[in-house]
């Protein structure tokens, strides 16, 4: 002080200057004592605005200032003065600024004298500068960052709330603690100490230069580790060059730290299950950008060892039909609220290889708790086997559904199954089948591309002339497959009947080809040749295989179509005899019939009582064969669509009591009573012949197998149809003889014991069908038999 007086007033008595004149400075000045207790103060101090009380001798400092976090870091600076005896120049402070400096009584600190002035600004402007300060410190209060502001020598001048949250310290133990302090017990990602003066604040101050994303761990009072991710900056000084301090902010990234720790863990240990698998896995980190991939991943996406991939590349590598809907899978995946777990099976084809793999990828996606990916990770598997093995049962399925409709359109089929094959297992297919004179005509081709199909068409044309010269001819003549992998040049010129045949091949430009005979009942029916010309695909034996497989099934089908063709000949043939038969028996019976007639007619009393009873039953026995002569031919007509109705306006009670009348003989011998109660008549528009037949065949068939046992009758008339049962107490029938009953020679009783043709029920159904009624029977064995026949009184159309 002694020294501020010297100079321009040399001439005075210094020490005749009373102490008063300091006190009478236009600068507020204070004495202040170790206690921080104001001891005197002079009439500038009192008068100041900025001052938050009167303020009187003996007041504590910390009341003198406005409080806030500026008053603390001012006390705590003084409080610095006191214990180091550094003074400190002019502190800026918001109404002010403060300069201190220590009162020493030899070499001790005895007390402390504060320089205190106003700013000079107007009111207004320190408003201004107050309430943006203000605004300021409610942002970074609010902050759920940690702010720190360090002065020059390290120690913490401000800090917020989330930094004492953070921190699990409080202000008071914040505020002077420097980055050395053993206490923070800080340490690095690795978990090696993190030294004091390699804090990202002290190198910010060091090197001048902002330190960021530095990622530290704090022990908490409490024990407990907290991971910070730090940035901080240099504090420029009024100078503008030399930091004055630094300002540091951190957030909270345990949770993050401890996702990473587990995901290390668990990728270890998926390591270490994986290494006997067949498992590929690989994991991208959007930090780093890194994607890797371990060897078997790379070998499954057809890259060569060590080979670096990245994001672009594997989008790019996703087969075009699949890569639409995987994208859409990882879009799905990257967004956190998803879950980050998905499980797809996509094809790729091979980076380098070119070959197509289907793959089965499963992985998730880890998110910190603000939802940025940290890392995407995943396993790969090689399911082109299983693919394969499910794309060729699905074929065969489809191929198998294909030949089992209808067997009488050979050609229609094999036109539908190339085109089947061709869209299914390759890029055409052409099917041959040979004929009886060894000639092999190609009946059906198709063309996965329509637009290509003439051509296709065209090729047909070139007729190879010996075996060696095609493999379609060759498989037919060695009934072995041929598999031409890689269908070069040089053999489409072997294979090529001409120039321009070989000029159609090239612009056909098949890559690989295999022929199949197919082979059924010892015979080889025809072969397929089946072509793929995409670019990378080649036939291999599995494709053989199932190729085979296929011809097999064609080859059995033609089999049974031949069969079936023969048979169908026979059949048509057998009815051609029945009806040639049929109507020649007819011609002799009914001359027999004459002659009978004549005969009874001209016997004599004496020799009809010889001759009779025997001219009677051969005249039955005619009538007999008659009647299976009729049923004879109206097998042949029914066969031939031939069976005309000739309906007529008639009435069915009486119809049924004429044709009991003709059977009473038949049911006397069966010794059969028949009961048909009165029953009022039914009309209607039928043909008479054809119903008698229907009728005479139910009636005799219940006296046949009902023999010794009443026969019940019954007509019902209900509204537009009738209803005629006829029930016997008979043998019955067996359930599983039920449902031939009704086909062509379908019988359920021994030839031994009941003669039949198993004709009279098929014509029956026949007879009530063409009416556009039904038959039925309901039965069980030894309790009898009712056949029910319902018809419309008029058949419609
Ligand atoms: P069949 O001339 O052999 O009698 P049908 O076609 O009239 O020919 O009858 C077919 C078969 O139905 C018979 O062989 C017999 O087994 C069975 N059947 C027909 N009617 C009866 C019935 N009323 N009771 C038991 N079985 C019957």
């Given at each position: 002080?002694?020294?501020?007086?010297?100079?321009?007033?040399?001439?005075?008595?210094?020490?005749?200057?009373?102490?008063?004149?300091?006190?009478?400075?236009?600068?507020?000045?204070?004495?202040?004592?170790?206690?921080?207790?104001?001891?005197?103060?002079?009439?500038?101090?009192?008068?100041?605005?900025?001052?938050?009380?009167?303020?009187?001798?003996?007041?504590?400092?910390?009341?003198?200032?406005?409080?806030?976090?500026?008053?603390?870091?001012?006390?705590?600076?003084?409080?610095?003065?006191?214990?180091?005896?550094?003074?400190?120049?002019?502190?800026?402070?918001?109404?002010?600024?403060?300069?201190?400096?220590?009162?020493?009584?030899?070499?001790?600190?005895?007390?402390?004298?504060?320089?205190?002035?106003?700013?000079?600004?107007?009111?207004?402007?320190?408003?201004?500068?107050?309430?943006?300060?203000?605004?300021?410190?409610?942002?970074?209060?609010?902050?759920?960052?940690?702010?720190?502001?360090?002065?020059?020598?390290?120690?913490?001048?401000?800090?917020?709330?989330?930094?004492?949250?953070?921190?699990?310290?409080?202000?008071?133990?914040?505020?002077?603690?420097?980055?050395?302090?053993?206490?923070?017990?800080?340490?690095?990602?690795?978990?090696?100490?993190?030294?004091?003066?390699?804090?990202?604040?002290?190198?910010?101050?060091?090197?001048?230069?902002?330190?960021?994303?530095?990622?530290?761990?704090?022990?908490?009072?409490?024990?407990?580790?907290?991971?910070?991710?730090?940035?901080?900056?240099?504090?420029?000084?009024?100078?503008?060059?030399?930091?004055?301090?630094?300002?540091?902010?951190?957030?909270?990234?345990?949770?993050?730290?401890?996702?990473?720790?587990?995901?290390?863990?668990?990728?270890?240990?998926?390591?270490?299950?994986?290494?006997?698998?067949?498992?590929?896995?690989?994991?991208?980190?959007?930090?780093?950008?890194?994607?890797?991939?371990?060897?078997?991943?790379?070998?499954?996406?057809?890259?060569?060892?060590?080979?670096?991939?990245?994001?672009?590349?594997?989008?790019?590598?996703?087969?075009?039909?699949?890569?639409?809907?995987?994208?859409?899978?990882?879009?799905?995946?990257?967004?956190?609220?998803?879950?980050?777990?998905?499980?797809?099976?996509?094809?790729?084809?091979?980076?380098?290889?070119?070959?197509?793999?289907?793959?089965?990828?499963?992985?998730?996606?880890?998110?910190?708790?603000?939802?940025?990916?940290?890392?995407?990770?995943?396993?790969?598997?090689?399911?082109?086997?299983?693919?394969?093995?499910?794309?060729?049962?699905?074929?065969?399925?489809?191929?198998?559904?294909?030949?089992?409709?209808?067997?009488?359109?050979?050609?229609?089929?094999?036109?539908?199954?190339?085109?089947?094959?061709?869209?299914?297992?390759?890029?055409?297919?052409?099917?041959?089948?040979?004929r009886a004179d060894g000639r092999l005509p190609r009946v059906a081709a198709a063309h996965r591309e329509a637009s290509k199909h003439s051509l296709l068409?065209?090729?047909?044309?070139?007729?190879?002339?010996?075996?060696?010269?095609?493999?379609?001819?060759?498989?037919?003549?060695?009934?072995?497959?041929?598999?031409?992998?890689?269908?070069?040049?040089?053999?489409?010129?072997?294979?090529?009947?001409?120039?321009?045949?070989?000029?159609?091949?090239?612009?056909?430009?098949?890559?690989?080809?295999?022929?199949?005979?197919?082979?059924?009942?010892?015979?080889?029916?025809?072969?397929?040749?089946?072509?793929?010309?995409?670019?990378?695909?080649?036939?291999?034996?599995?494709?053989?295989?199932?190729?085979?497989?296929?011809?097999?099934?064609?080859?059995?089908?033609?089999?049974?179509?031949?069969?079936?063709?023969?048979?169908?000949?026979?059949?048509?043939?057998?009815?051609?005899?029945?009806?040639?038969?049929?109507?020649?028996?007819?011609?002799?019976?009914?001359?027999?019939?004459?002659?009978?007639?004549?005969?009874?007619?001209?016997?004599?009393?004496?020799?009809?009582?010889?001759?009779?009873?025997?001219?009677?039953?051969?005249?039955?026995?005619v009538e007999r064969l008659t009647s299976l002569v009729d049923s004879l031919l109206d097998v042949s007509r029914i066969g031939a669509g031939r069976l005309?109705?000739?309906?007529?306006?008639?009435?069915?009670?009486?119809?049924?009591?004429?044709?009991?009348?003709?059977?009473?003989?038949?049911?006397?011998?069966?010794?059969?009573?028949?009961?048909?109660?009165?029953?009022?008549?039914?009309?209607?528009?039928?043909?008479?012949?054809?119903?008698?037949?229907?009728?005479?065949?139910?009636?005799?068939?219940?006296?046949?197998?009902?023999?010794?046992?009443?026969?019940?009758?019954?007509?019902?008339?209900?509204?537009?149809?009738?209803?005629?049962?006829?029930?016997?107490?008979?043998?019955?029938?067996?359930?599983?003889?039920?449902?031939?009953?009704?086909?062509?020679?379908?019988?359920?009783?021994?030839?031994?014991?009941?003669?039949?043709?198993?004709?009279?029920?098929?014509?029956?159904?026949?007879?009530?069908?063409?009416?556009?009624?039904?038959?039925?029977v309901e039965s069980e064995p030894a309790r009898g038999s009712t056949f029910t026949v319902e018809l419309p009184l008029r058949a419609r159309g």
């Open positions: 002080m002694n020294g501020a007086l010297e100079g321009p007033a040399s001439r005075l008595d210094v020490e005749a200057v009373p102490l008063e004149v300091l006190w009478n400075a236009p600068i507020g000045i204070a004495l202040v004592d170790r206690r921080l207790q104001v001891v005197r103060f002079n009439r500038a101090l009192a008068g100041l605005h900025g001052l938050h009380a009167r303020i009187w001798p003996g007041m504590p400092l910390a009341d003198v200032f406005p409080p806030g976090g500026e008053t603390q870091e001012l006390l705590w600076r003084i409080q610095q003065v006191l214990s180091t005896g550094q003074p400190f120049p002019w502190l800026e402070l918001e109404w002010g600024r403060v300069s201190c400096h220590p009162l020493h009584e030899g070499m001790e600190v005895v007390g402390l004298c504060l320089y205190v002035e106003e700013l000079p600004e107007p009111m207004l402007a320190r408003e201004v500068v107050r309430e943006s300060e203000t605004r300021l410190r409610c942002i970074v209060a609010a902050l759920s960052e940690g702010i720190i502001v360090q002065d020059a020598t390290g120690a913490i001048t401000f800090s917020n709330e989330a930094a004492s949250r953070l921190l699990g310290l409080t202000l008071e133990q914040l505020l002077g603690r420097t980055s050395m302090d053993p206490r923070w017990r800080a340490v690095r990602e690795d978990g090696s100490p993190y030294p004091g003066d390699e804090h990202p604040a002290m190198l910010a101050l060091r090197m001048g230069t902002p330190q960021l994303d530095k990622v530290m761990g704090v022990e908490r009072p409490d024990g407990t580790r907290v991971w910070l991710s730090i940035n901080a900056l240099p504090l420029p000084g009024s100078d503008g060059q030399s930091p004055q301090g630094m300002v540091t902010s951190f957030f909270d990234i345990t949770q993050r730290k401890e996702t990473e720790a587990a995901l290390r863990v668990s990728e270890e240990r998926l390591r270490m299950s994986l290494a006997s698998a067949t498992i590929g896995t690989w994991d991208y980190n959007p930090a780093t950008g890194e994607f890797l991939c371990d060897p078997r991943t790379l070998v499954l996406f057809g890259a060569p060892p060590g080979h670096q991939m990245d994001c672009g590349q594997l989008i790019s590598i996703i087969h075009p039909e699949d890569r639409e809907r995987t994208e859409q899978v990882i879009q799905r995946v990257l967004r956190p609220e998803n879950g980050g777990g998905y499980d797809i099976e996509y094809r790729v084809i091979g980076i380098q290889d070119g070959v197509e793999r289907w793959i089965s990828a499963q992985g998730r996606a880890w998110f910190d708790e603000q939802g940025q990916l940290l890392r995407f990770t995943g396993t790969v598997v090689d399911i082109t086997q299983r693919k394969r093995a499910e794309a060729s049962a699905r074929f065969l399925s489809e191929a198998s559904g294909l030949l089992a409709e209808r067997l009488d359109r050979a050609e229609e089929i094999l036109e539908r199954m190339a085109r089947l094959v061709a869209s299914s297992i390759c890029t055409y297919c052409i099917i041959g089948v040979t068409q065209r090729s047909m044309f070139f007729v190879p002339k010996a075996p060696g010269r095609s493999p379609l001819l060759e498989a037919v003549h060695t009934g072995k497959s041929v598999l031409i992998r890689e269908f070069t040049q040089e053999i489409r010129q072997r294979y090529a009947v001409n120039s321009e045949h070989l000029e159609l091949m090239n612009t056909m430009d098949a890559h690989s080809v295999m022929t199949v005979p197919m082979r059924a009942g010892g015979k080889v029916h025809g072969m397929i040749l089946l072509a793929a010309c995409t670019p990378l695909r080649r036939f291999d034996e599995e494709d053989l295989a199932l190729a085979e497989e296929l011809a097999h099934r064609v080859g059995m089908s033609l089999e049974n179509l031949r069969l079936y063709e023969e048979a169908r000949q026979a059949v048509g043939l057998r009815d051609e005899f029945l009806s040639v038969a049929s109507h020649e028996l007819k011609t002799p019976l009914t001359s027999l019939k004459l002659q009978h007639a004549l005969i009874g007619k001209s016997l004599s009393p004496e020799s009809r009582v010889c001759v009779g009873t025997r001219l009677s039953n051969a005249m039955r026995q005309g109705l000739e309906p007529v306006e008639m009435e069915l009670t009486a119809l049924l009591r004429e044709v009991m009348e003709r059977l009473s003989e038949v049911f006397a011998q069966a010794g059969c009573q028949v009961d048909f109660p009165d029953t009022p008549p039914v009309h209607g528009y039928w043909d008479p012949l054809r119903l008698d037949q229907v009728l005479v065949n139910l009636l005799s068939n219940a006296a046949k197998y009902g023999a010794g046992k009443p026969i019940h009758v019954s007509v019902a008339l209900e509204g537009e149809r009738t209803r005629l049962a006829v029930r016997d107490e008979g043998i019955g029938i067996a359930p599983e003889d039920l449902p031939r009953l009704f086909s062509r020679f379908g019988r359920a009783v021994s030839e031994r014991h009941y003669g039949g043709l198993g004709l009279g029920l098929f014509i029956s159904k026949q007879i009530v069908e063409a009416m556009q009624g039904f038959i039925r």
